[in-house]
C-alpha cells in the first residue's frame, strides 16, 4: 500500500474469513490489490481467545480506496446501515459487479441496486448517470425515475432513462 496513510479508512471485520474476503474483493475489482497483513500475538488471548499467528489484518486497495479487513470473529455482523456505492459508466459495468457480488449473497437482500454479498457486507451498484436523473430540478422526471427504480433489484440503466425521459 502507499506509505502515506489515508485520513479515513473502512476497517471490515470478518468471521475469520478476512483473507478469503479479501481475495475475492481483489478478483472482483480491477483496480486492486492485497497489501500488509498484521497477525494475532500471545498477548490478548485471554481476552479474544485467537491464537497466536492467525492473521490479524489486512490491508487491501479496491479503485483507489484503502481498505482494512479485520479477523475479529462472529461477534459483529455488517449490516444495510453501511454500504459501499459502486458508481457505474455502463449497463456491462452493472451487470459486470452485479454478478460477481451476488455469488452466494443473500438474494432476499437485491433490490433497487443494493445487494448483500456472500460475506454479508453491502453494495449498491449505481448508473452514474442516476445521480443527475435525481437532482433534476423537474420534479415530474425525478419521481418517473424513482418509481422506476423502486420495481428494480439489479439496475437497468435504459429503463431508467426511459422514465427520465417521459
Same mark, same amino acid.
Given at each position: 500500500?502507499?506509505?502515506? =496513510?489515508?485520513?479515513?479508512?473502512?476497517?471490515?471485520?470478518?468471521?475469520?474469513?478476512?483473507?478469503?474476503?479479501?481475495?475475492?474483493?481483489?478478483?472482483?475489482?480491477?483496480?486492486?490489490?492485497?497489501?500488509?497483513?498484521?497477525?494475532?500475538?500471545?498477548?490478548?488471548?485471554?481476552?479474544?481467545?485467537?491464537?497466536?499467528?492467525?492473521?490479524?489484518? =489486512?490491508?487491501?486497495?479496491?479503485?483507489?480506496?484503502?481498505?482494512?479487513?479485520?479477523?475479529?470473529?462472529? +461477534?459483529?455482523?455488517? +449490516?444495510?446501515?453501511?454500504?459501499?456505492?459502486?458508481?457505474?459508466?455502463?449497463?456491462?459495468?452493472?451487470?459486470?459487479?452485479? +454478478?460477481?457480488?451476488?455469488?452466494?449473497?443473500?438474494?432476499?437482500?437485491? #433490490?433497487?441496486?443494493?445487494?448483500?454479498?456472500?460475506?454479508?457486507?453491502?453494495?449498491?451498484?449505481?448508473?452514474?448517470?442516476?445521480? #443527475?436523473?435525481?437532482?433534476? +430540478?423537474?420534479?415530474?422526471?425525478? #419521481?418517473?425515475?424513482?418509481?422506476?427504480?423502486?420495481?428494480?433489484?439489479?439496475?437497468?440503466?435504459?429503463?431508467?432513462?426511459?422514465?427520465?425521459?417521459?
Amino acid at each position: 500500500m502507499d506509505s502515506k =496513510i489515508q485520513k479515513i479508512t473502512p476497517n471490515l471485520w470478518f468471521d475469520m474469513n478476512a483473507e478469503e474476503a479479501v481475495d475475492f474483493y481483489t478478483s472482483v475489482f480491477r483496480n486492486s490489490k492485497a497489501g500488509s497483513k498484521t497477525y494475532y500475538t500471545h498477548a490478548g488471548k485471554e481476552i479474544h481467545g485467537i491464537d497466536a499467528g492467525k492473521i490479524l489484518t =489486512i490491508e487491501f486497495q479496491l479503485e483507489g480506496q484503502d481498505f482494512l479487513a479485520l479477523n475479529g470473529g462472529p +461477534t459483529f455482523q455488517f +449490516t444495510e446501515a453501511v454500504s459501499f456505492i459502486i458508481n457505474c459508466e455502463s449497463q456491462e459495468e452493472i451487470d459486470y459487479y452485479w +454478478t460477481k457480488l451476488t455469488q452466494g449473497g443473500d438474494e432476499k437482500a437485491q #433490490e433497487c441496486g443494493w445487494l448483500k454479498d456472500r460475506f454479508g457486507v453491502s453494495w449498491q451498484v449505481v448508473p452514474i448517470e442516476l445521480n #443527475e436523473m435525481l437532482v433534476n +430540478t423537474e420534479a415530474e422526471k425525478a #419521481e418517473r425515475v424513482m418509481g422506476a427504480l423502486l420495481q428494480m433489484q439489479k439496475l437497468d440503466l435504459a429503463e431508467l432513462r426511459r422514465a427520465y425521459e417521459g
